[in-house]
């Protein structure tokens, strides 16, 4: 396999943040950017001489583009689609309601950045030397997607799906029936062997969470 993934959990939800890098490139591209995200992943790319060439925004929730501000400094174009908006480019007019139900964050945690291109279902994005598709999942949060390629069989899932698991539907702008019709047509629609990577825990497979997961089942 030509395309290396490396998961790291962090912040305080252990959010994944995935480092993608491929044999014989020195560009990079990174989904996601929880808190910690530019101290600890820029400091090892920048120690590995590697370049970030794009940051893969799943969805707009603060625990996923927390530090995206630190890779649009680093040069990455910050990927996303518009139904996230306002939380990824004004996440101070959301900040109150994060520091309520997590009153331990400070207003510098709170940092906007500017959309690079928003993209939306069919769309897809070039990096790495790798064409990776765009679809719309939403259901967990508006602005939610995943980004797959097939030729590697992976797709990053954000918070739509996990291991035995789907994203919680009962934050603003969630919606159950909606997160499973996602799931349904636009998730167990890849191929059965196809990695998914999701924003917080184990990666796991279409086939595994089609034949098991027992929040989803397949329509
Ligand atoms: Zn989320
Ligand atoms: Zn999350």
């Not at 603060?62 to 004004?90: R, S, V, Y």
């Not at 997590?102 to 994005?125: A, I, Y």
């Amino acid at each position: 396999m030509n395309l290396r993934i490396e998961a790291v959990p962090l912040g305080p939800f252990e959010t994944n943040a995935y480092l993608l890098t491929a044999e014989g490139s020195k560009e990079c591209v990174v989904v996601d950017a929880p808190k910690g995200a530019g101290e600890n992943l820029l400091g090892e790319i920048k120690a590995r001489g590697l370049t970030p060439t794009h940051l893969f925004i799943t969805h707009g929730h603060w625990d996923h583009m927390c530090d995206a501000a630190d890779f649009k400094t680093a040069g990455c174009k910050i990927i996303a689609h518009l139904a996230d908006q306002i939380p990824i480019e004004q996440i101070e007019t959301v900040r109150t309601r994060y520091q309520s139900m997590l009153p331990w964050l400070t207003d510098e945690d709170f940092r906007s950045t500017k959309v690079d291109r928003w993209v939306d279902e069919g769309d897809t994005v070039e990096a790495l030397g790798l064409t990776f598709e765009i679809r719309h999942v939403p259901g967990h949060c508006p602005g939610s997607i995943l980004f797959y390629n097939a030729q590697e069989k992976v797709s990053f899932v954000g918070d739509a799906i996990f291991k035995n698991s789907v994203g919680r539907t009962d934050l603003p702008g969630g919606n159950w029936n909606q997160l499973l019709q996602s799931i349904r047509t636009r998730i167990y629609t890849l191929p059965d062997d196809t990695h998914l990577l999701p924003g917080h825990g184990d990666t796991t497979t279409v086939g595994a969470e089609k034949a098991s997961n027992p929040y989803a089942k397949p329509a």
